[in-house]
């Protein structure tokens, strides 16, 4: 059937009335059969011999296609492709989005500061901080959530990298760089030079590695000691992340995961971790109206790539530059321009007025 053109428009017809439109799946899926009867390469050219089992079906497929396409199956082929080639352009004008990823944090990009606005869910977490000395493994757990979205929003990084990070202690000497390049993870140390926090990663851990970004360079980032940042990361250090580890095995990552009575390694995993951030924008970002909690109205769950969505954003519509929007997450404009373009502020004029304007202010 797959040789048959009729075939394929039927069942992308028969999609298009069940969900009301063309989406880039039906695309994806023409190009399959476009490859399937290309010259030299397609699979359904060099295999003819499946002409023979061929049968009719009443109203699509009749006696004289079957002969036609068993008389001369290259030129059958030829015929598919090209109606693939036509129906991927005809489609692709139309196509609208089934699943917009970016529906969940909605309310956030389309604020005018999405950084700020994201922002609220770690002031939510500072309000309803438990208290430590009744209840010592809540506020342990409050604390990591609070780290989470703030370390999240500070360096943009993708969750493999977030979730393997390597703690340092400020007594112990930093993990050589060629160390961690060996087991393509990153690490968060106190750096003497700029007193400070710092998180090291070298190149070989991002899943862009090869990226013009990076340059054969490690991403080195001073985490900065703002909105009680530096308080509670060390006393995550301290104390909190004792706490979550219990009787565990400590996995040497800066996130530990709660300790249960049959945990046997606190590490995180991909599964988990996502899970631990979608419980924090639950439990925190998402407003309930009953109770009045929740800090942004609107908000879905989601889990930590999103928060470079929100970075990336945020850079474009205060700059309107694609490129200073990749530096915020580790990639290129290209792909920025890709994603997150229709996020670019209808009035440019009004990027470049902000900007001059900061001169008439200063005089």
């Known amino acids: 059937m797959m040789i048959f053109p009729q075939a394929w428009d039927w069942y992308l017809q028969w999609r298009e009335q069940r969900r009301g439109f063309y989406t880039k799946w039906e695309i994806d899926l023409l190009s399959i059969a476009a490859a399937l009867s290309r010259e030299e390469t397609g699979w359904l050219r060099q295999t003819p011999r499946i002409g023979d089992h061929l049968k009719e079906i009443d109203g699509l497929i ?3 296609d079957i002969d ?6 290259a030129a059958a082929c030829d015929r598919m492709y090209r109606h693939a080639r036509r129906r991927i352009k005809e489609i692709d004008r139309v196509a609208r989005i089934h699943r917009d990823p970016f529906e969940p944090i ?14 609220k869910i770690t002031e939510e977490i500072l309000r309803r901080m438990p208290d430590e000395r009744r209840h010592p493994r809540a506020a342990a757990e409050a604390v990591r959530a609070f780290l989470l979205l703030r370390i999240g929003l500070h360096t943009g990084l993708r969750q493999k990298n977030l979730r393997e990070l390597l703690l340092c202690r400020r007594e112990v000497l930093p993990t050589p760089e060629r160390r961690l390049e060996d087991m393509k993870r990153g690490e968060l140390r106190w750096s003497s030079r700029d007193h400070g926090w710092e998180i090291l990663i070298p190149s070989v851990a991002f899943k862009n590695a090869s990226s013009s970004f990076f340059g054969a360079k490690p991403f080195r980032l001073v985490l900065p000691d703002l909105g009680g940042l530096y308080e509670k990361l060390e006393a995550y250090i301290d104390r909190h992340r004792t706490r979550l580890i219990g009787a565990a095995a400590d996995p040497g990552t800066f996130f530990v995961k709660t300790a249960k009575m049959t945990s046997t390694n606190a590490a995180y995993d991909q599964n988990t971790f996502y899970e631990a951030w979608r419980l924090a924008i639950q439990r925190y970002g998402i407003f309930n109206p009953w109770t009045g909690r929740g800090a942004i109205r609107g908000l879905l769950p989601h889990g930590p790539h999103n928060v470079r969505d929100v ?3 945020h850079i ?4 309107g530059s694609y490129e200073q929007a990749s ?6 404009p290209e792909m920025v321009a890709q ?9 440019k004029a009004e990027i470049a007025a902000r900007i001059l304007n900061k001169v008439w202010e200063a005089a």
């Not at 036609?68 to 199956?73: H, Q, T």
């Not at 373009?341 to 009035?347: A, I, K, S, T, V």
């Open 106 to 119: 909605l309310p956030v990009l389309e604020a005018s500061s999405p950084v700020g606005e994201y922002r």
């Open 316 to 319: 474009l519509k205060q700059t």
């Open 327 to 332: 530096y915020a997450i580790q990639d290129t």
């Open 311 to 313: 970075l990336a954003t």
């Open 339 to 347: 994603h997150y373009g229709r996020f670019l502020p209808q009035d």
């Open 62 to 64: 009749t006696r004289q």
């Open 68 to 73: 036609d396409a068993r008389a001369d199956w």
